[in-house]
């Protein structure tokens, strides 16, 4: 009888947990990190697809193959529709706000030719890649012409330079710089007057050691029709709040693919010990297309195999992971940018002509905040929040290694041990050992010599009592 | 008590191995069952290190852990040398014996046990800067074994120094040899059975 009630009693609990509908927000996708060993782990997703816009619903007729999308400081979104040549700007609402078609060069009206990049800076100036033209192009806030920069002219450029620039960015004191296709010296960089100034951060020449020794044993002739070994050229570029500048690589062997420059060109990002920012650890790696940086050294890179947004902290360890190519709401056919703004995401997609939004959930804003204070090094107040995120995953490797040093500020060593070592931080963990070693041996050191001086003692003396009589013994064998 | 005599033989020849190793070849004092045991002692060393070793210099993925490896990566090596060793010195005038040899290279294991216990020991107390002692000490237990190594061989085959390093060497080559031939042993006989289940199953089928 009571087997046959408690049966009935998880049948219906388990027909009542069937019968429940997903929860309303599920996404199209699945949210995940990457542990220590290097797998990947399930985590709750971070940010939820919310809405998403193309261009007939934005009132403007479709987009033709969007390349660029910015999101300016008052929240106001930009899209650059390359195929139309234009520039639609729209609300916080998303209503269209207005569209800049063309613009007044001088006497002739002009237009973009199949622009790539926009960048709007904080005073409101709209800088174009207007790549087809060779040309960069400044407008101020409402679309009006202010003036054009033309190809970088300097000795060092050969005669047959091709300039197609295809990616801006503006830092605070106006300087410019530009990713050019094709061109494997670095960024291009514009004093504020638009006159060049020179290269900047150039990649490192990969090569294969395999392809380095076929080259060095076949012929010259066989050697001219190889691939040369030339750095890689960028492919995107932000700048975050400092003015350092953050740039992509398409390259899927490299170990690198972002890189932070300082102002002399050198890269100065942060590396992960375990796991590089390299996006999946599969066989088929992730080519970064767009970086966005947000702040606090956090910044989201946009991968097109998968179509994937990775977002990284600081220290280069991954945050979480949203998006997938697809077809629904919350999935792309052909990422091209990703921006952020507040609590959202955006991502552009250039196939589908479509902006999607997506909005942070509850894990992914104790994850933003809890890294914001954990970077900003209020390791106690972090703690707080790891906790709470350690709740809802309690895979989330990050969340302990916070804890961990939370707990070594406060001088809790043995648990700060424990939870460094769940988190896999073996620098801090052996820093917690050691101050933790220390205390014990304050504590107990007078109990372990006291204990080893009176077991040295003992054996002493017990030698001494077990070996005399042996000795006499012997004497007086000798004597006798 | 013979067992504690032994013991302290095996320590003798870690301590002192032109002497030991003499007296193991000449007065028959090597057991074959000591240096099982202390073949046996050090895969449980191995496998309790793999798994206690102190945290900062454990690298080891929890999950990945498995004692069967020791089998792969101690009991399968030591077979293999003595093997080896045995097969290569009967054509170089070695004077060895097959037993005298799985002896000799048994009793080498010593330092390895010896090191390794305190070594785990300590490295659960060390931080990551200390951790250079721990490989320090590591890195000595492999010499002094491959030094007993050298001097058991030479002992056990009354070579010269320079035609035992010859043989060490040759010998590593001939465990390279064995693994490959017992690979493409194992390989042949998986096709013929793949084989003769195809040409069952043709018959079966028709039949």
Redesign the interface.
């Known amino acids: 009888m009571r087997i046959k009630s408690s049966i009935l009693v998880l049948v219906s609990v388990l027909l009542l947990v069937s019968l429940c509908p997903r929860p309303a927000g599920a996404a199209p996708y699945e949210g995940y990190t990457y542990s220590y060993?290097g797998g990947a782990v399930q985590s709750p997703i971070a940010y939820l697809p919310s809405r998403a816009i193309t261009g007939l619903e934005a009132g403007t007729g479709a987009w033709n193959a969007p390349g660029d999308l910015f999101v300016s400081a008052e929240g106001l979104l930009y899209v650059l529709d390359s195929g139309n040549g234009r520039i639609v700007v729209l609300d916080k609402e998303w209503n269209t706000l207005r569209v800049i078609e063309g613009f007044q060069n001088g006497e002739k009206k002009d237009s973009f030719n199949n622009p790539e990049g926009l960048f709007v800076t904080d005073g409101g100036r709209i800088y174009v890649a207007d790549t087809e033209n060779g040309r960069l192009v400044e407008l101020d806030g409402t679309g009006t012409f202010v003036r054009e920069i033309g190809p970088p002219k300097a000795d060092v450029i050969g005669a047959g330079f091709e300039y197609f620039p295809r990616k801006v960015i503006v830092d605070k004191a106006g300087r410019i710089y530009v990713v050019g296709r094709g061109v494997y010296e670095g960024l291009i960089e514009f004093d504020s007057d638009g006159q060049f100034t020179g290269f900047m951060g150039t990649n490192k020449v990969q090569f294969d050691p395999v392809d380095l020794f076929w080259k060095s044993v076949s012929t010259k002739e066989q050697r001219e029709k190889m691939v040369q070994f030339i750095p890689l050229e960028f492919n995107n570029t932000d700048v975050d709040e400092d003015g350092f500048i953050y740039t992509t690589t398409v390259d899927k062997k490299t170990f690198s693919p972002v890189k932070r420059l300082n102002p002399s060109g050198i890269d100065v990002l942060r590396l992960s010990k375990e796991i590089p920012p390299i996006g999946d650890l599969s066989r088929d790696r992730s080519a970064f297309i767009d970086i966005d940086v947000t702040g606090n050294g956090v910044y989201r890179v946009l991968d097109s195999t998968r179509g994937r947004v990775f977002t990284y902290n600081e220290d280069g360890k991954l945050l979480y992971v949203i998006g997938q190519l697809g077809s629904q709401l919350g999935t792309f056919k052909n990422p091209a940018a990703v921006e952020s703004y507040e609590n959202a995401i955006y991502v552009l997609d250039r196939d589908l002509g479509r902006i999607t939004e997506f909005t942070v959930t509850q894990f992914g804003s104790m994850v933003n905040e809890a890294n914001t204070l954990y970077s900003s090094g209020k390791h106690d107040e972090a703690a707080k929040l790891w906790r709470e995120v350690l709740k809802l995953d309690a895979n989330y490797e990050m969340a302990y290694v916070g804890i961990g040093k939370s707990l070594l500020r406060q001088g809790e060593y043995k648990e700060a041990m424990t939870y460094l070592?769940l988190g896999n931080d073996?620098?801090y963990?052996?820093?917690a050992?050691?101050k933790y070693?220390r205390e014990y041996m304050r504590d107990y050191f007078s109990l372990y010599m006291t204990g080893i001086i009176a077991v040295l003692l003992g054996g002493y003396v017990i030698v001494r009592l077990v070996k005399r009589p042996r000795k006499e013994g012997r004497v007086q064998d000798a004597v006798s | 008590m013979p067992f504690l005599k032994d013991i302290k033989y095996s320590l003798h020849v870690a301590m002192h191995p032109f002497d030991g190793f003499w007296d193991l070849k000449y007065e028959n004092k090597g057991k074959l069952r000591m240096a099982l045991g202390i073949l046996m002692a050090l895969t449980l060393t191995m496998i309790v290190k793999r798994q206690y070793v102190g945290?900062?210099v454990n690298y080891n993925?929890p999950l990945a852990l498995n004692s069967i490896n020791e089998l792969k990566y101690i009991i399968f090596p030591f077979l293999l040398w003595c093997l080896a060793n045995w097969s290569l010195t009967t054509l170089m005038d070695g004077e060895g014996k097959f037993s005298e040899i799985v002896i000799t290279t048994g009793y080498t294991l010593l330092p390895l046990i010896l090191i390794n216990i305190p070594n785990i020991l300590l490295s659960n107390?060390i931080?990551?800067?200390e951790a250079s002692f721990y490989h320090l000490l590591d890195a000595l237990a492999t010499l002094w074994f491959v030094w007993l190594l050298f001097i058991g061989t030479m002992t056990v085959h009354q070579y010269t120094v320079l035609k035992t390093i010859t043989t060490m060497l040759l010998t590593l080559a001939v465990v390279g040899i064995i693994i490959f031939l017992g690979l493409l042993f194992f390989n042949l006989i998986q096709q013929i059975v793949s084989f003769v289940y195809t040409v069952y199953q043709e018959l079966s089928l028709r039949g």
Do not use: D, I, N, P
């Open positions: 060993w070592k073996r620098e963990y052996s820093k050992l050691g070693r | 945290y900062v993925h107390v931080t990551l800067r």
